[in-house]
């Protein structure tokens, strides 16, 4: 999965590089991360600043927009 080059959220094209292992999307506003045996930590933004920590599996349509 080191070649992910899509949103695992909303499989949007519009992503980023943060750092290494480190990206965010500028679709649905949420970073992740992909550690090296490949499991991916999926964070989201909220409108103050606040980063939550999501897992992986989460009905993304139960996520309302978040604001970047
Ligand atoms: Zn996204």
Avoid at 31 to 55: K, M
């Amino acid at each position: 999965m080191a070649g992910l080059n899509v949103c695992p959220m909303c499989n949007s094209r519009e992503i980023g590089k943060i750092n290494r292992g480190r990206f965010f999307c500028g679709e649905c506003c949420h970073e992740w991360t992909i550690e090296t045996e490949g499991h991916i930590t999926v964070y989201r933004i909220t409108s103050d600043g606040t980063i939550v920590r999501l897992r992986k599996g989460n009905n993304p349509t139960n996520l309302s927009t978040a604001a970047c």
